[in-house]
């Protein structure tokens, strides 16, 4: 690993999301990410959405089983609101109020692209969701991953071999486009909060990436920081 200098931070945690269209690789580059803050000697906590805690996990099943697309999309949103409501109270939260860096692999981005943009729920509904569920909580950093469509599916394919694809891996290319554009908005909209990152390469080169715009927004280094 090449030298780096951070500064350990104190009090609060960190709130770092991920997110992207299906094989975007965001459990590879969390991983990752969460290497190289482990050995500047940060707590990391990884967690996921839909699921990352026990109630939160039921909910899972339930949404990837193809359960709330047979319920239509706004009872959809509202599982992944239980979901989230669960797993921010009883997981992220906690990890922040002590000091963690949370990484997390989708968080309320995800419910506006699938759900808001792709799936047509009322953005009034999706809002007042996230008012119920996440209240002021906001990631400090959001990476959103982008790729081409069609690359992402074939890595998504070839990840889970012999399986059956989930309630999302099973659209077609047209829904899995729509997620792009939504997510490439988001991050137009929110350019303090979300940084673009050009997927389509090595998982080094990504990683590298994602490392460098992290060092920029939230890792000040003053002659007083610590190298790693």
């Not at 699938?114 to 999706?126: D, E, N």
């Not at 990152?197 to 927004?217: C, F, H, P």
Request: charged share 25%; aromatic share 4%.
């Amino acid at each position: 690993m090449t030298e780096t200098t951070v500064q350990r931070p104190s009090g609060r945690g960190r709130f770092i999301t991920f997110e992207g269209g299906e094989g975007a690789g965001k459990s590879t580059q969390i991983k990752k990410l969460a290497d190289r803050l482990k050995a500047a000697k940060l707590r990391i906590v990884v967690t996921r959405e839909p699921g990352g805690s026990p109630g939160a996990e039921i909910m899972r099943h339930l949404v990837l089983s193809g359960m709330g697309k047979l319920l239509g999309p706004e009872a959809e949103t509202l599982l992944f609101a239980a979901a989230r409501d669960d797993h921010v109270r009883t997981r992220i939260q906690p990890a922040l109020n002590q000091g963690a860096w949370v990484l997390c692999d989708r968080f309320a981005d995800s419910t506006r692209a699938y759900q808001g943009s792709v799936g047509s729920v009322p953005a009034g509904l999706i809002n007042a969701m996230e008012r119920v569920t996440i209240g002021n909580l906001k990631p400090d950093l959001t990476f959103i991953l982008d790729l081409p469509v069609e690359i992402g599916l074939q890595r998504a394919a070839a990840r889970r071999g012999k399986g059956a694809p989930d309630r999302f891996e099973g659209e077609n290319l047209r829904f899995h486009q729509g997620l792009r554009d939504a997510y490439r908005r988001i991050a137009a909209e929110e350019p303090a909060r979300c940084v673009l990152i050009d997927a389509n390469a090595d998982v080094d080169t990504v990683a590298g990436r994602i490392w460098t715009a992290l060092r920029e927004r939230l890792l000040p280094t003053p002659a007083s920081a610590v190298s790693i």
